[in-house]
């Protein structure tokens, strides 16, 4: 029988104003300085400094270029990590913990620039975001990692109380949260076809659905098969991430693609837009299985994201799991009509930090754990940079060891649908000891 529709299209509701595209078939290069794999943000920012660089290169991507995650996300500019201050201190060391806190602000900051110095037509506001609280317990864990944030970077970061809430979010749900002023939004996919038309324009070349087949070592570097030739390259930059494949063995095997699926409601009256979100902010929250959300660019919708257990097909449950989150949030959309639902691919690993690293002389820069506008666009920078030798430029709180290999794990994630109703369990635990 079949599952009942819930949204009116099962598209990115991004790609209405900005689909994905082939690029124009061009020459397969017979021997090359960088090859890249993947032509999302990574790839493209990568390939754009090496191209205005000099180097001969070219990006190939499986698909559509961006058809993966870089059209599908939520656009927000977060720049998040997902382990805490005090968990990557326990982990890897205070000075570690407190590069990549300062890392993430210089990371933001050169996004805005690259944005406005060239020029990208993409929608961005710096509006700020908004971190609802569960209970007043976390509330009060906010408000002292807001007062870090400030003290230490000098980031506008502070606390709101339940009796302001409504000045930001017109919702009763949480008890209170937090601000802060340095992070905002975009349009995913015009994001993506400006940085790719930058790139073009830079000398770089793109070949769509063009799959990599194999990478092999070679005394004068490495030999690359693709699905329509071999190319020889002096060196290989993988920039994959949620949908790397076989043509990367190593990597496959430490990165776990995890469904993150959204909705999008039908246009709203303004009045609506106002009343439940006043300042237009990006909006997230403390569950394990939490949603994110945002007036879409042009402020006539909401548009709600969070985690997919499904694996398979596109099946009507998850979509109805975030209608039935977006209605606990703002009871008055009751029957509000879900004009586009659709999914997408993060990609996890062990310690759930992105990451520069080198293999056999391969260089990666991957794992953006579900903040890859503003990671993958400064990682694939930094990595091309260290292609060319650019230490200065090159350097990064992330360049370091490889993640860890998932135990009996070889690119098929069979295990995500117990690990999301773990987390749900966890949610729930969690949610009955909330003092509200």
Known sequence: MPEPKVADKNTPYWWEAAPVKEVSSQPLAKQLDVVIVGAGYAGLSAGLALARAGRSVAAFDAMNPGEGASTRNGGMTSGSIRPDSATINRRFGEGKALAIEAEGKVAREFLYDFIATEGLACDFKQVGSFSGALGFGQYETKTRDAEALAKRLGIEAYAVPHAEQRNYIGTDFYRGGTV???????HPAKFHAELLRVALAAGLTVHSNTPI??????????????AVGVVKARQVLVCTNGYTDGA???????????????????????EIITRLMPKR????????LGFYYRPSPDGKRILLGGRDSSRTGDPAAPTLRLRRGLIELFPELEGVRLTHSWFGNVAMNRDMLPRIFEKNGVV??????????????????????????????AESAFDFRPPAAVPLYRGNPWFMPAVIQGYALQDRIAWSRHSR
Do not use: N
């Open 248 to 270: 990367a063995p190593y990597l496959r095997r430490r990165l776990v693609p995890v469904r993150s699926r959204m909705i999008a409601t039908e246009e709203l009256a303004p």
């Open 281 to 288: 902010m990006m909006v997230g929250e403390g569950r394990e």
């Open 364 to 393: 990666y820069a991957t794992g953006f754990c579900g903040s890859g506008v503003v990671w993958a666009p400064w990682l694939g920078t930094r990595a091309a940079h260290k292609l060319m030798g650019q230490t200065d430029q």
């Open 180 to 186: 802060r002023k340095d992070t905002g939004g975009l």
């Open 213 to 226: 087949m194999s990478i092999d070592r070679d005394v004068s570097g490495f030999r690359v098969t693709t």
